[in-house]
């Protein structure tokens, strides 16, 4: 009983690095209508700051994580000045080709710059040492990760739905031109919204290396996971994000501890179910 | 419509790039004078994507044997002519190249093949065009029985499962939980160790096989560990998914649950060490070759590859399988007496007796194949990192497949 106590509260933990790791593509394909298979590009980027700091300049790991995000999202910003916001327009395959294409082209480059190597990410000891709540045996880094993505879901439910900043990108997103004619400069809103994205993507990759190893590969090995999470949970909605990643970590584990033949297999079974009967997922928004 | 008009535009294209390697190529094939000429060795890795590092060490290694040994055997001078393959999920690419090597840059001896899917699909191109083909790492046992050409010079799965199976049961490990990847590699590791270990008195009392990419080990190793066996064998595909494995081996308390890990030495490859950390502690592993290793065969190809990349730079066990393939190549040349046709090469590397880095090898004469020694080693601390530590030799181990 208390083997399966422990798995699930991993399989939650590990959740919560599926929620942190998908948020970005949530906002900036919900919120924006944009689809950024790049996403995945975006946490790589903060996956290598944060990997290049800790090993090579002895940054403490929290320190990292915060530049991770930061880099990151002037990056992002950079990226949707120059480039990104004249695809905004185009037909929704143009978007999914360019994209993919820049993921693509963000591999190459981290195959150049670092080499097609994984990147050791050695963590501080309080977050590798077991700790024991209530009878349940959890490492430190998986607690570290539930508590993250508790904090995260709560600041951007709160950012998007009881802001002003919020309201004026819904109602960008809705009605461009209305928003514009009321003087909500979009232009600016939709880099800040970019960059945010880009910012939380960073963070999560940050956050992945330390569990999913980094390499030149990573844009794309975790596209699937992360468009499952979105597309579970209903894409600009965080809510729905949160309550998917949590399902399709905690369902994961329960599945490949109970029958670990066919485990693996049932998310995407579920995943499949899903796209049947909620093709909006769980808390789509209609607009 | 469309598509069909399109596709002999590309293979035109195709074709004037192999008429222009041809070019570059034929030149070589032409013996200068009587007596003195040249052989080229084709050389098939992959050089670039994902495993482009793989390519790089067996290049590395083939550079080191010509740094030491000179180009020149007896009146043969051997050139390789390097093809890019890019990997395991590259389609016939593989083959192409390897016909483009033989029938435009006149190679007589092959090299290559880093994955099994590559070495198959030139196997039957081999026999028709009569080439020697030496397999330097793709390590499927039945590779060597699809071509009568082919001979491998790396190892074979089976050869390191056993190994530690047998190693296993006779130092008091009485139960064992395997985990291993559900692919083909997979499932050959788990026949073997089990094989091995249940051959020596061991049970393997569970198992479990997990998606080949899969990231989450937590579930698996809890169910391992209410089994109570006396050791784990783990076997996955290398790269981030082992870093991601091993790391929750440690997460999970495998060592505190009093049950030891026990995994192929491919697992634990030293360019993953730095990633594992003490994850690494206490871990047993079985391999064909180890940088530690002291013998005067070990030391010749450690300052020959130093010179080649470099002074600090760490030699993967690929490096070691590129050197010995050159090593083989050249000693089939001396034992044929400069005879380079197919049978005198085939029947010179039939049995051959080597002295390579990783220790004594031979070629089986049955089936050409290699035999070797191999090494269980431990995790442990060295210096400020971490390395496998040989600790005991296992001699002259054969592929227990064939």
Redo the contacts between chains.
């Keep these: 009983m208390s083997?399966l106590v422990?798995?699930l509260a991993?399989?939650i933990a590990?959740g919560m690095l599926l929620f942190l790791f998908s948020i970005g593509l949530s906002i900036t394909l919900g919120l924006m209508r944009f689809i950024n298979l790049a996403h995945g590009a975006f946490a790589m980027c903060g996956g290598y700051v944060a990997a290049t700091l800790l090993n090579l300049y002895g940054v403490p790991f929290l320190l990292t994580l915060p530049a991770a995000a930061i880099f990151t999202a002037l990056v992002g910003m950079a990226a949707e000045r120059s480039v990104i916001r004249h695809v905004y327009g185009m037909p929704e395959l143009q978007q999914v080709l360019f994209s993919i294409g820049l993921a693509f082209a963000a591999g190459a480059v981290a195959?150049i710059i670092f080499?097609?190597?994984?990147?050791?990410?050695?963590l501080p000891d309080w977050l590798?040492s077991?700790v024991d709540i209530l009878g349940v045996?959890i490492?430190g880094?998986r607690l570290f990760l539930m508590g993250f993505g508790l904090v995260a879901a709560g600041l951007l439910a709160a950012l998007f739905n009881f802001t002003l900043f919020g309201a004026r990108v819904r109602a960008a997103v809705d009605n461009r031109r209305a928003a514009e004619g009321i003087g909500i400069n979009v232009g600016r809103l939709f880099a800040i919204t970019f960059a945010l994205g880009a910012g939380f993507a960073g963070l999560g990759g940050a956050l992945a290396v330390g569990?999913?190893?980094?390499?030149?590969?990573f844009p794309l090995?975790y596209l699937v996971l992360v468009l499952m999470v979105v597309a579970i949970g209903g894409p600009g909605s965080i809510g729905g994000s949160f309550a998917a990643a949590i399902a399709l970590g905690a369902i994961?584990?329960?599945f490949?501890?109970f029958v670990?033949?066919v485990?693996?297999?049932v998310i995407y079974g579920l995943l499949v179910l899903m796209m049947l009967f909620f093709p909006r997922g769980l808390a789509g928004r209609t607009a | 419509m469309a598509r069909t008009e399109w596709h002999p535009g590309r293979v035109g294209r195709r074709t004037v790039l192999l008429g222009a390697s041809a070019a570059a190529g034929l030149p070589l094939a032409r013996p200068a004078i009587a007596q003195e000429r040249k052989l080229v060795v084709g050389v098939v890795l992959p050089l670039s994507g994902t495993f482009a590092d793989q390519g790089k060490n067996y290049e590395d290694g083939i550079k080191a044997f010509q740094k030491v040994n000179g180009t020149k055997v007896g009146n043969i001078t051997v050139e390789t002519v390097m093809r890019d393959d890019q990997g395991p999920a590259s389609g016939d690419l593989s083959r192409r190249m390897t016909q483009e090597l033989i029938q435009r840059s006149r190679a007589e001896i092959i090299l290559g093949y880093s994955f099994t899917p590559n070495a198959m699909s030139a196997a039957s191109l081999l026999t028709e065009a009569k080439r020697p083909a030496i397999i330097i790492n793709a390590a499927t046992s039945v590779i060597t029985e699809r071509s009568p050409y082919f001979t491998r010079i790396s190892m074979t799965l089976p050869q390191l499962s056993a190994s530690l199976g047998q190693w296993a049961a006779k130092s008091g490990i009485k139960t064992v939980y395997t985990i291993v990847s559900d692919y083909a590699p997979g499932l050959d590791a788990e026949t073997w160790f089990t094989k091995a270990f249940e051959a020596g008195g061991g049970k393997v009392i569970g198992g479990a096989r997990t998606p080949v990419s899969a990231m989450e080990y937590s579930p698996f190793l809890q169910r391992a560990i209410e089994a109570k066996p006396d050791a784990v064998f783990g076997f996955n595909p290398g790269g981030d998914v082992s870093v991601a494995f091993m790391k929750q081996t440690k997460e999970r308390g495998l060592t505190e649950a009093g049950i030891k890990l026990l995994v192929t030495g491919d697992v634990v490859d030293d360019n993953l060490v730095p990633a594992m950390g003490d994850a690494l502690d206490g871990v047993i592993s079985a391999l064909h070759y180890q940088v530690e290793l002291q013998n005067p065969a070990n030391q010749r190809f450690l300052s020959a590859f130093r010179e080649v990349a470099g002074a600090n730079a760490v030699p993967s066990y690929r490096t070691v399988q590129g050197y010995d393939g050159m090593a083989l190549i050249y000693h089939a040349l001396q034992a044929s007496g400069g005879k380079t046709d197919a049978e005198s090469i085939m029947n010179a590397i039939k049995g051959a007796r080597l002295d390579s880095p990783r220790g004594p090898i031979t070629i089986d004469p049955a089936t050409r194949d290699i035999v070797q020694n191999i090494y269980i080693r431990r995790g442990q601390r060295l210096g400020s990192g971490w390395a496998n530590i040989a600790f005991e030799t296992i001699e002259g181990v054969k592929d227990p497949a064939k």
Excluded: C, H, W
Excluded at chain 1, 115 to 121: E, K, S, Y
């Design positions: 083997g422990s798995i991993d399989g590990y195959n080499g097609p190597q994984q990147q050791p990410m050695i590798t077991r045996e490492t880094y569990f999913l190893g980094l390499d030149p590969t090995k994961d584990a329960v490949k501890y670990p033949q485990g693996g297999f």
